[in-house]
């Protein structure tokens, strides 16, 4: 397993922008996915986006256009901009890592409340 730490997290209000950064512990491992998933009250956790070390992306839907994630692979850190927020887009964000070479792990970080409100 990995250790992440998150950032970035707050209230904003509709039509603002916020930042999400997730830092991973190790160094020494490439082909690391990482991705931002989130939870609101009473749903299940949902993907938001995803980057592999190659820089592949993939978006849900509801965010594609509005949020952009990137990485820093110098930096061990994903980055999740979001623009446009949506009284929709507030829940818990997640950050996630996740190998499947060996070592494989799948960590997620403890999140942060995202809470959008006019």
């Known amino acids: 397993q990995v250790q992440l730490e998150e950032s970035g997290g707050g209230l904003v209000q509709p039509g603002g922008s916020l930042r999400l950064s997730c830092t991973h512990s190790?160094?020494?491992?490439?082909?690391?996915?990482m991705g931002w998933y989130r939870q609101a009250p009473g749903k299940q956790r949902e993907l938001v986006a995803t980057?592999?070390?190659?820089?592949?992306?993939r978006y849900a839907d509801s965010v594609e256009g509005r949020f952009t994630i990137s990485r820093d692979n110098n930096k061990r850190t994903a980055y999740l901009q979001m623009d446009n927020l949506q009284l929709e887009d507030t829940a818990v964000y997640y950050c996630?890592?996740?190998?499947?070479?060996?070592?494989?792990?799948?960590?997620w970080g403890q999140g942060t409340q995202v809470t959008v409100s006019s």
């Open positions: 980057i592999t070390s190659g820089g592949n992306i």
């Open positions: 190790r160094s020494s491992w490439g082909a690391i996915t």
């Open positions: 996630n890592a996740k190998r499947t070479m060996t070592p494989t792990f799948n960590s």
